[in-house]
């Protein structure tokens, strides 16, 4: 029976959550008869995944990303090639264009390690791609975490973890300059007759000098639908959140229970009115695994069948590269001590919370993958994640993979209907930019947006002299 009380309720946001890869989350489920994502390198795996997504309404398309190699566990890569422990896997920025044709609405978020590019190429990069998708683009952003990644590169190992992010507030005001204040609004005017495509009156240089990156010139790409893609990030250390309360839109948290889920949402919530933004202007969501079927009795049937895939090493593999602790050297039953690392501070900080064996994280990791599992019907599933949802106070889901593709089509066949039914979730697309999608509040970012102050002001024909306002101070 519909809940007569959900059509005030908030609606749930939904992204699918996927890596250019094989395995992504839920490990080991690649060797499944059904499973095609073997397939990940064919450009029609992620057509079909998007227009499937779209015919779901899903929001977006989430895609992780990382520079490196998991080789914390037993010192060396061996299970993580066997198991393609996102081993191999490729560059998911290559796969918008082509997604972005068959679709006309699905929202795009990419994955990109700030520590290993340069403002300037990538904001010219995701500019082209904002055009592209007539503004679908988000990007997550992250500072990395794997001391592997930095050895490729040519580096010793992984600059200090508040360092990293003093370089990533840099590397965003760059940006910002590029993508908000190199042109004014008018600028392209495509004026024939005149013989005038842009007014070289309304396109500035930009004036760069800090500690991390130089920059000065005319950003080459005029301003897109969004200008500023939508903004991703997962910090949960205190610098972590600092950042990302100041400059996210849309946030990716994580923790052992909802009462956990519950007490984070409120710190970002108020950690973000701090920051002088408007508490709701971050939208919150939490990574998750989905396993039904037509009835509680046959998705019980199909997750024993996926657990007999899976395999929970792997999921231990990936977790010591999160930790950077080397969880082989560990016996079973073992208390995990916590260790001061580098890598992922807030998943490190919970060995110094509570006693961890192996033999928990194996439990676990019963799919591969750590992320919270609902299992039953449409209907119980669409219950069970309606019931989270209103309890934590979050705004959405990222659904992650675990056969491909038939988890999704799963979820959008038996899960979608109850939870439109229930009138928590949209059945149609708003028009509109992504950005406008999420928050129905424009194309632009909000002017308590830190990014507004290096906006591109109004200037007077041959006049340079408020250039100032968008050159570092």
């Known amino acids: ?49 998007a227009k499937t997504l779209e ?12 520079t490196g190699v998991y080789d914390v566990y037993e010192g060396n890569i061996d299970l993580t090639l066997k198991e393609s422990i996102q081993l191999p896997s490729h560059d998911p920025s290559t796969l918008i264009s082509a997604m972005a044709v068959v679709t006309e609405n699905l929202g795009f978020g990419v994955t990109v390690n700030l520590s290993y590019e340069t403002p300037y190429q990538f904001a010219r990069r995701f500019a082209s791609l904002d055009h592209l ?33 003093e370089q990533a507030e840099e590397f965003l005001q760059l940006c910002y300059k590029f993508w908000e204040g190199s042109w004014e609004n008018d600028a392209v005017q495509k004026d024939k007759a005149h013989r005038i495509f842009s007014d070289p009156k309304k396109v500035h240089a930009i004036q760069h000098q800090g ?83 037509e009835t509680d009795e046959l998705a019980q049937e199909k997750l024993a069948e996926y657990i007999r ?37 807030s998943v490190n900080q919970k060995f110094k919370e509570q006693k961890i064996t192996r033999q928990d994280l194996r439990a676990q990791h019963v799919l591969g ?13 669409a219950k069970q994640l309606i019931d989270y949802l209103d309890e934590t106070g979050i705004d959405g889901f990222n659904l992650t993979r675990t056969v491909a593709p038939e988890s999704h089509q799963d979820f959008i066949r038996l899960v979608i209907p109850e939870l439109q039914q229930r009138g928590r979730y949209k059945t149609a697309y708003d028009t509109g930019s ?18 507004h102050r290096y906006r591109c002001p109004t200037f007077d024909a041959g006049s340079q002299a408020a250039l100032k306002n968008v050159e570092t101070a």
């Open 55 to 66: 015919q779901g309404l899903f929001d977006g398309l989430f895609i992780a990303d990382i």
């Open 309 to 345: 895939y899976a395999n929970p090493e792997a999921g231990l593999a990936h977790f010591s590269s999160s930790i950077g602790m080397n969880l082989a050297n560990f016996a079973e039953d073992e208390a995990i001590p916590y260790q001061q690392t580098n890598s992922i501070a």
């Open 133 to 165: 998708t007539q503004g679908r683009i988000g990007w997550n952003i992250v500072t990395g975490y794997l001391d592997s990644a930095e050895r490729l590169i040519g580096q010793k190992g992984l600059k200090d973890h508040d360092l990293r992010y």
């Open 211 to 293: 500690k991390f990156y130089q920059s000065q010139g005319v950003f080459q790409v005029s301003p897109s639908i969004q200008r500023t893609p939508v903004l991703y990030q997962a910090g949960a250390s205190p610098r972590g959140l600092a950042f990302a309360t100041q400059h996210a839109e849309g946030m990716f948290i994580g923790a052992d229970s909802a009462e956990k889920v519950k007490n984070q949402v409120q710190k970002i919530r108020s950690q973000t009115a701090a920051q002088g933004r408007d508490p709701q202007a971050v939208k919150l969501f939490v990574g998750i695994t989905v396993v039904t079927a």
């Open 1 to 49: 029976m519909a809940d007569t009380r959900s059509h005030t309720a908030k609606k749930i946001l939904l992204n699918a959550f996927d890596m250019n890869c094989v395995g992504h989350i839920n490990h080991g489920l690649w060797t499944h008869p059904r499973d095609e994502s073997h397939r990940f390198n064919e450009l029609s795996y992620w057509t079909d995944l």
């Open 369 to 381: 993958g750590r992320y919270p599992l609902f299992v039953g019907s449409g209907t119980n599933v």
């Open 434 to 451: 992504l950005r406008q999608k999420l928050f129905q509040q424009g194309d632009h970012l909000a002017t308590t947006h830190p990014a």
